[in-house]
T-cell receptor, first 112, second 114 residues
């Protein structure tokens, strides 16, 4: 089955700096890669996703890149703000029944 | 994206009692819903896939007789934790498929078993 590794597990940045979170996956059949933000005591919220026919996708301060050959994808957050502080999860899917395999999560702390 | 609600948002119960958690789709009909469990500082672990009108599909290691799932309508799935014990204390989250790949998550239910 699919295995998703996520690094780092914790990340502390200064407000205004950039943050990068990286994930690798094992199943070459995976073709959909969402990123979720989870605030304390809440359910995960989809913030951006990318499909395997695209190498990069951007939405304001958030971008995701995908390297299919190396089987890794990354989340980039620019101009970080304190409200970006949360746990971020990457996931991968091969499209079968909407099943997602999640990474272990990254706790991002943005210091004002 | 899909709007998903869960009830209750938190519950405290005594050991040995049963607890029912509801997951509702507020804006579209869902033939499939997913149930996850999340322990503190850990990732989401899929427990089961709830199928409207048929039996749920449980992941390996999840006891189907302990975690009863009912998906009686296209907008409601329920998870009942039977004979709950302290080790069942966790954050339970449901999700709905949104399109061909995506899942949209509910706000979660914090279960504490004393």
């Amino acid at each position: 089955g699919e295995n998703v590794e996520q690094h780092p597990s914790t990340l502390s940045v200064q407000e205004g700096d950039s943050a990068v979170i990286k994930c690798t996956y094992s199943d070459s059949a995976s073709n959909y890669f969402p990123w979720y933000k989870q605030e304390l005591g809440k359910g995960p919220q989809l913030i951006i996703d990318i499909r395997s026919n695209v190498g990069e996708k951007k939405d304001q301060r958030i971008a995701v890149t995908l390297n299919k050959t190396a089987k890794h994808f990354s989340l980039h957050i620019t101009e970080t703000q304190p409200e970006d502080s949360a746990v971020y999860f990457c996931a991968a899917s091969n499209g079968a029944g909407n099943m997602l395999t999640f990474g272990g999560g990254t706790r991002l702390m943005v210091k004002p | 994206g899909a709007v998903v609600s869960q009830h209750p948002s938190w519950v405290i119960c005594k050991s040995g009692t049963s607890v029912k958690i509801e997951c509702r789709s507020l804006d579209f009909q869902a033939t499939t819903m997913f149930w996850y469990r999340q322990f503190p500082k850990q990732s989401l672990m899929l427990m089961a896939t709830s199928n409207e009108g048929s039996k749920a599909t449980y992941e390996q290691g999840v006891e189907k007789d302990k975690f009863l799932i009912n998906h009686a309508s296209l907008t409601l799935s329920t998870l009942t934790v039977t004979s709950a014990h302290p080790e069942d204390s966790s954050f339970y989250i449901c999700s709905l498929p949104g399109g061909p790949d995506t899942q949209y998550f509910g706000p979660g239910t914090r279960l504490t078993v004393l």
